[in-house]
């Protein structure tokens, strides 16, 4: 296909619709501390494959890979070490080349509803592409979020549909985990009452085959709910130690992030935030929501990077004890979502023009941070 004459590659250092309360930064809330507690023990399906990168990014020495883009939400890695990335409302999937290049747009996916905070969102390889050349992607139809697969340019097949979809939280994160199984955030399409469900899609993070059945070893057999109480999630990651962390937004005051264990309940919209109800999980970390609002995560060392949207910074969380840190604060506005490439480097992208930024000329763009 031809390289997108709209996108614009740069390598250079760097130097809308009412909300209530609810999503990526439009919400007016109150200010609180930043709180910290010592993850506890996690008792995730055990894994195989899923590698993290052992060295830290250099986050004072930004690269500007590419810019120019509109709205990119998911980011995912080829084999070969290109980047996929996924734009919500033009339904586009392009391709970044490893060392540099224009963007390709190597494939489109039909129906797309991009109204509100739906669009495409999510997107995954598959670990074993090499051989299958599968590719995953969550997006917004008329009627429903749903999730397809495909090989790129060609005919999708849809494994998994009916998760309601609204013009807030409709999730929409797509990650492999570390024992092969593809791993979705969903959110409760503004009904908090799905999130409680066991029986429902909505609120939950699901653990499902390739084919969209319910994963084997799931905590009740035959549902594809992995843990259940969620209000949007939008970040996935897992620690050197297999440990599982989801990311989500909050409402009126603590957005978290959460060591998810199958089968337990986080407590939307019973609990907001540490409660210390022994009926549900107090999150790991819990930020004020115009500190984050927080999206895309990954963990590289021993550290847990996560964007934030409304607070337009990127946190970071030392998975071994200590504080967080804000780090990129208001110097790229937005950020959507973070990844790990094959050679270590963090790459970052900016949602400026979601509808929600304040987009500058060179806007969106995706930064990468080499390990050092």
């Not at 008792?43 to 195989?48: L, T």
């Not at 022994?278 to 964007?307: F, M």
């Not at 790459?347 to 979601?354: A, E, I, L």
Request: with cysteine; glycine share 14%; aromatic share 8%.
């Amino acid at each position: 296909m031809k390289p997108v004459a709209r996108t614009r590659l740069v390598f250079a250092a760097a130097g809308t619709f009412l909300l209530v309360a609810c999503s990526d930064g439009e919400a007016a809330t109150p200010r609180g501390e930043t709180t910290f507690a010592p993850p506890p023990s996690s008792a995730a399906a055990s894994p195989s494959a899923t590698a993290t990168a052992a060295k830290s990014p250099d986050l004072g020495k930004p690269q500007t890979i590419v810019s120019g883009l509109e709205a990119p939400w998911g980011l995912a890695f080829l084999p070969d070490g290109s980047a996929l990335v996924s734009e919500r409302d033009s339904g586009d999937i392009l391709r970044i080349p490893t060392g540099g290049g224009e963007p390709e747009r190597v494939h489109q996916v039909d129906g797309v509803d991009a109204g509100g905070e739906g669009g495409l969102l999510g997107i995954a390889v598959d670990p074993e592409y090499a051989q299958n050349k599968y590719v995953y992607a969550y997006f917004t139809a008329s009627g429903d979020n749903r999730i397809i697969q495909f090989r790129l340019g060609g005919k999708p097949r849809i494994i998994l549909d009916g998760i309601d979809k609204a013009g807030i939280h409709n999730g929409g994160r797509l990650a492999f985990g570390p024992d092969g199984f593809l791993y979705v955030g969903t959110g409760d399409a503004g009904n908090g009452s799905e999130s409680q469900d066991r029986d429902d899609l909505n609120g939950k993070i699901l653990r499902i085959t390739r084919d969209g059945r319910a994963a084997p070893g799931n905590p009740d057999e035959g549902s594809r709910v992995w843990s259940l109480g969620h209000r949007n999630v939008q970040g996935l990651a897992w620690g050197p130690d297999k440990k599982m962390y989801g990311i989500e937004f909050g409402q009126n005051t603590w957005d978290e992030v959460n060591v998810i264990e199958p089968g337990r309940n986080y407590g939307w919209p019973e609990a907001e935030g540490k409660e210390g109800n022994s009926r549900y999980v107090d999150p790991l970390v819990q930020w004020s929501t115009d500190e984050a609002s927080p999206s895309g995560a990954a963990v590289a060392g021993d550290t847990l990077y996560v964007a934030g949207l409304r607070g337009e910074r990127l946190w970071t969380v030392p998975l071994g004890g200590g504080e967080p840190e804000a780090e990129l604060n208001g110097e790229y506005g937005r950020l959507r979502t973070v990844a790990v490439a094959p050679d270590g480097a963090l790459w970052v992208t900016t949602s400026n023009r979601d509808g929600r930024g304040d987009p500058r000329e060179d806007d969106d763009k995706i930064l990468r941070f080499a390990a050092s």
